[in-house]
Each structure stands twice: as structure tokens, then as C-alpha cells.
């Protein structure tokens, strides 16, 4: 691993910015955006035709994705996200733990730190007044193909993670990427959240949906064969106990998978569909 740091000065602009009220964080755990269900099985259809005309190769070893970790920072504080290169280190570590298994393994190339008020603190999720400063960011700042990660930490208040798919990558390829608010990393004191939500973005990342994608007890939903129906994401604040938001289909709520909203302490597995689709979706659009 290479650790090097790169610092990109820009003007420092004063913004009133208004802060959450502390406490528990009242935001959604994952801004990535689901397709309506007319976008999904459009998608699954393009995604299931690639995959007959190019099938994809077995998986004999694990592919190593390149990771570019970009720190902004308004100030060099913590508040002001500058996190440090340990904390960088120990969100890398979860991620690569969470895919231990999984075909995917990861390679922290760089971690590059952009001193820039702006995008920290106006780089936002779904926030189309602010829109052209993720696009700014984005543009300067994305190292690599489709094949390399490219993580962003940001002071993101409407969210604490999202990523775009893969099939995306084609139309909008700077943006590529995960983007994380910058205090999710393992040990940041937060008991429901420490760090695996890059998991689950990452997850976004290689194409999976939500277990609980569309809401509905019937239907592909996920394009995931073995993860149980589910209607209703788990709320983070619940526990790990057993759920079963579709009595009437097999299988309780997979509380304890990463494309789930439980809390972190419950979130220990991908199923080996999910990882057969990561494979193909990775195969299909990134390889
Ligand atoms: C650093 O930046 C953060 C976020 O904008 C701000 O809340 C904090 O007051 C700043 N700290 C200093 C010492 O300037
Ligand atoms: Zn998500």
C-alpha cells in the first residue's frame, strides 16, 4: 500500500452552514437511489442479454479492485474532515473484511487529501441546487477507469453513503464512485454505525439492490434468488431479532445481510447470489 498525500488548495469560501442537532443521526443510511420498477427490469433485461452474448468467466481468482481514497477537508480538523490516515485504514480494512469470500478483494493505491470548504461541505446527495459542485468535484478529482474505486469523504448531511451502479458507468463516468460522509469508519463512537455502510455501498457498486428493493413480497425485486423476500427495509435502530416482513413467502427478513438498513453489529454476510451477481455485474460492466 502506498500511502501518499496530495493536497489541493482552493479558495476558501465562508459558508453558514447549518449542522444536524446531534444525537442519533436522523438520515437515511444510504442515499443510493432506486430505479423505478419499470427502470429495473429494463435494466435486468440489457444486463441478462450481455450476459448470453458474452458469458462471463468463471471465478478461479479473486479480482483486486484499486481503491483512490479522497479525503476533503474544509480545515484541518475533524470537524472540518480531516480525518486521518488511520481512520482511512480501518474504514479500508472493514471494507476489504466485508468481501472477504466474495471473489473481490481491494488495494488502497492513494489516499488524496483535497483541502476545499466547498465540497465538503456542499457535496451533497440528491441536492440539485449543489449538483454542480459533486460534478466539479467529481471531474477533478476521479482517478482510473471502471475498474478502480474511487471513495470521496464529504460532510454529506441528506445522507451518510451512496454509490452509483455499474451499468451507469457508461453515461457518466466521472461520477463513478462512492461518496461517504466522512466520519463512518469503524470506532467513530457510533454504536449502530461503524463503518459498514461502505460495505454496502460498495455492494451498490458491483450491482446489487437493496434485499428489500421495490417493497414487495412479490416480484424479482433484487434479481437475487437466494435473499428472502422482504418488504420493508429493517429500521438501524431495531436490534438484529428476526423479522418477517413477507409471513407468507419462505425465508425471515435478512437482517443480518449488508444490502439490509440493520444496524452494523448485525450486518455480517452477502449470500452467494448476491455474489454471483457482484461477479457478473463486475464482468458485464467493469471488466
Ligand atoms: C472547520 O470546519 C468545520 C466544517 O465547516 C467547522 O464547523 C469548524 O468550525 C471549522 N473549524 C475551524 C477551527 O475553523
Ligand atoms: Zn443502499
Redesign the pocket.
Known sequence: MKLSILAFVSLALS?D?V?GQGGLPQINTCGTISPSPAERTAQEAQYQASLKAKPVPERLDDVVIPVYYHVT???Q?F???YISNQQVQAAFDMLVSGFQGSGFTFRLEEVQRHNN?TW??LVEWNNPPTEHINQEMKMQTRVGGPRTLNIWTV?MQRAIGYAQYPWDYMIAKHTDGVTMKYDIFPNNGDSYRFGKTLIHEVGHWLGLYHTFEGNSCFGDNDFVADTPAQAQATDTFSGCGSRDTCPTQPGLDPVSNYMDYSSDVCLIQFTQGQKDRMWGQYQTFRA
Do not use: M
Open positions: 459558508l452552514f449542522r477537508y474544509a480545515n480538523t470537524a472540518g474532515g470548504p465538503f461541505t460532510g
